[in-house]
């Protein structure tokens, strides 16, 4: 199952920030997330759960997908839906935003750990019109963000019942 939705956020804005920080509190680090202990540890409702911002020079998409039997479809896009009004009411905990920002910036450096990929790095922010030394600038903004103002940009920008839902595989139960 794939949940994705629109969103008017670019990639300029203050908020992608705040947006990825919760993004991985919600889904970057696997095992150690709400979404996957909601979906996978205490319910078992999915096999596998994933959550992206891939944001752009005029929009991005904010995509949930999951796998899971066609009769848990529903009972896991209502636990999502819960934990994403969570994200927009309740503060992260100091653990959760620690432990996100260590994924996000472990993952900094191993963008780049290879001659193409500093290479493509260079090029890719050279053509959205980003600052060459962006991931520098990035880690800053990670470590200095705060839980609420990663509750207010949930609150602003993610709609949990806006999401377009796309199947593969049987239809639902």
Same mark, same amino acid.
């Given at each position: ?6 969103? %008017?956020?670019?990639? $300029?804005?203050? #908020?992608?920030?705040?947006? !990825? ?6 889904? =970057? =680090? ?9 979906? /996978? ?28 039997? %066609?009769?848990?479809? =529903?009972?896991?896009? #209502? ?6 009004? &969570?994200? !927009? ?17 472990? !993952?900094? %450096?191993?963008?780049?750990s290879?001659? #193409? ?6 090029? &890719?922010?050279?053509?959205? =019109?980003?600052r060459?030394?962006? %991931?520098?600038?990035?880690?800053? /903004? ?10 207010a940009? $949930?609150?602003?920008?993610? /709609?949990?019942?806006? $999401?377009v839902?796309v ?5 639902? /139960?």
């Amino acid at each position: 199952m794939t949940l994705a939705e629109e969103l %008017p956020l670019t990639r $300029f804005d203050e #908020d992608y920030y705040a947006l !990825q920080l919760g993004n991985h509190v919600l889904g =970057g =680090g696997f095992y150690a997330t709400r979404l996957y202990h909601d979906l /996978r540890q205490l319910t078992g409702y999915v096999y596998t759960v994933d959550d992206t911002l891939s944001a752009g020079e005029s929009r991005s998409v904010y995509t949930v997908s999951y796998g899971c039997d %066609p009769e848990n479809v =529903g009972k896991a896009r #209502d636990l999502i839906e819960r934990d994403l009004r &969570a994200m !927009q009411t309740q503060e992260v905990t100091p653990q959760e935003l620690e432990q996100a920002r260590a994924i996000l910036l472990r !993952q900094l %450096p191993l963008r780049e750990s290879s001659e #193409d990929a500093v290479a493509g790095g260079l090029l &890719a922010r050279a053509q959205m =019109g980003l600052r060459l030394d962006e %991931p520098a600038r990035g880690a800053a /903004r990670y470590l200095a963000l705060t839980a609420d103002q990663v509750r207010a940009a $949930f609150a602003k920008w993610i /709609r949990p019942d806006g $999401f377009v839902e796309v199947a593969r595989g049987p239809a639902p /139960r």
